[in-house]
């Protein structure tokens, strides 16, 4: 007795006879197959030429244009160069911005300093001006005594009567 397990085959002439003529269709059409791969491979089809020369230009093609584009693209070791020179010239720039707010800065002092140092002279010049009256008044009013000393040593000078 058959195990239950063990698949059943059809035993039906109709089953058999599609599936050998499957098969045969698979066989006839993998056999034309490798005749058309044998013709094309023999070099008898001019398309299949061109076909074969335009990728092979294409290729070349590529291969000159990726190898080009390799030389033009800058290395890691470029690209560090760079970003080295770039944070240099940042620091370079800042302290130039640096000393120009320091030279902002002096001059408002030198500035301030400036306006100080006039109003000191002005000062100073009303100062002296005021000196300069006061010694001619200091002298016109020695001269006045000494003539008035001489005017009673002589005794031109009269007392003034009450």
């Known amino acids: ?28 059409k993998a056999l034309e ?19 074969s020369y335009l990728i092979s230009a294409l290729q070349h093609a590529s291969e000159v244009y990726v ?10 070791s470029d690209i560090t160069r760079v970003a080295e020179l770039v944070v240099n010239l940042e620091e370079k720039v800042d302290r130039i911005e640096d000393t120009i707010e320091r030279v902002k800065e002096q001059t408002l ?19 002296e001006s005021r000196l300069d009256t006061l010694v001619l008044q200091k002298r016109s009013r020695k001269r006045e005594r000494r003539s008035v000393q001489k005017m009673w040593i002589s005794g031109q000078a009269r007392l003034p009567r009450r």
């Open 1 to 28: 007795m058959p195990d239950e397990s063990t698949p059943r085959l059809p035993l039906d002439r109709e089953f058999w006879s599609q599936w050998n003529e499957m098969a045969s269709k698979m066989w006839a």
């Open 33 to 51: 197959n490798d005749k058309l791969a044998e013709r094309a491979s023999s070099g008898d089809n001019p398309f299949l030429e061109s076909t």
């Open 67 to 76: 190898s080009a584009l390799h030389m033009r693209m800058p290395t890691l």
């Open 109 to 127: 002092l030198d500035t301030a300093t400036l306006a100080t140092i006039t109003g000191l002279e002005q000062r100073l010049t009303r100062i």
